[in-house]
């Protein structure tokens, strides 16, 4: 049984859209992180959460916002879908700070027209 | 600016080879490193990790030397298999301070037959 999942995989948006992407984990592990994989980049982390309720800024948080309602569950909110933000999104979730093994989902990906 | 930097870009070898994979860092608070794999079309998993107390970390086939002095660490994947062929990435966190995980871009690995 998959640890993470992402929902939706796949996503096509229109530009000033809305777009809403959703992680749960059922490792119980307190952190939780939102990546975007991009070719030459590597992943990126563009916020994270501590716990129910925390989120904090990574290191690429302009356009995205993130809501941490559970202990399952961390989405990723793009309030106004821009073209360069196309791109594979992964959530994943550590069980301690910094030195833990990080457990990614899936991933989505994300196309705005 | 990458904190995190990895050579070469993309690799071929053949099956039965050791293929070395090299990552380099600039902050010296950095103290754990891991290595993730990703498959083509997949999520990045943990492979092998070293922290600064160690010299060298070793798992089967997969070995991590590292040259602290010069802040430098290599993946050593000996008797290369087709399987093997992933894309790879270097990672650094710092247990004081923000503790997240900074990615390099990866090395595209291909093992020939």
């Known amino acids: 049984e998959a640890a993470v999942t992402q929902s939706p995989r796949n996503k096509v948006a229109v530009t000033g859209g809305k777009v809403t992407l959703s992680c749960n984990q059922t490792?119980?592990?307190?952190?939780m992180y939102w990546y975007r994989q991009d070719t030459g980049h590597g992943l990126r982390l563009i916020h994270y959460?501590?716990?129910?309720?925390?989120?904090e800024k990574g290191d690429i948080p302009d356009g995205y916002k993130a809501s941490r309602p559970s202990q399952e569950n961390f989405s990723l909110i793009l309030e106004l879908a821009t073209p360069s933000q196309t791109s594979v999104y992964f959530c994943?979730?550590?069980?301690?700070?910094?030195?833990?093994?990080?457990?990614f989902g899936p991933g989505t990906r994300l196309l705005v027209l | 600016q990458q904190q995190v930097r990895q050579s070469p870009q993309s690799l071929t070898v053949w099956e039965g080879e050791t293929t070395i994979l090299n990552c380099s860092y600039e902050?010296?608070?950095?103290?754990?490193f891991p290595w993730y794999r990703q498959f083509p079309g997949k999520s990045p998993a943990l492979l092998i990790a070293?922290?600064?107390?160690?010299n060298k970390k070793e798992d089967g086939r997969f070995t991590i030397f590292f040259n602290k002095r010069e802040k430098k660490l290599s993946l050593h994947i000996t008797d290369s298999q087709p399987g093997d062929s992933a894309t790879y990435f270097c990672?650094?966190?710092?247990?004081?301070?923000?503790?997240?995980?900074?990615f390099g871009s990866g090395t595209q690995l291909t093992v020939m037959p």
């Open positions: 994943a979730s550590g069980e301690d700070r910094g030195q833990d093994t990080q457990y």
């Open positions: 490792n119980n592990h307190n952190n």
């Open positions: 959460s501590y716990g129910a309720g925390s989120t």
């Open positions: 902050d010296s608070t950095f103290d754990y």
């Open positions: 070293i922290s600064l107390v160690s």
């Open positions: 990672a650094a966190s710092a247990s004081s301070g923000s503790w997240q995980l900074i």
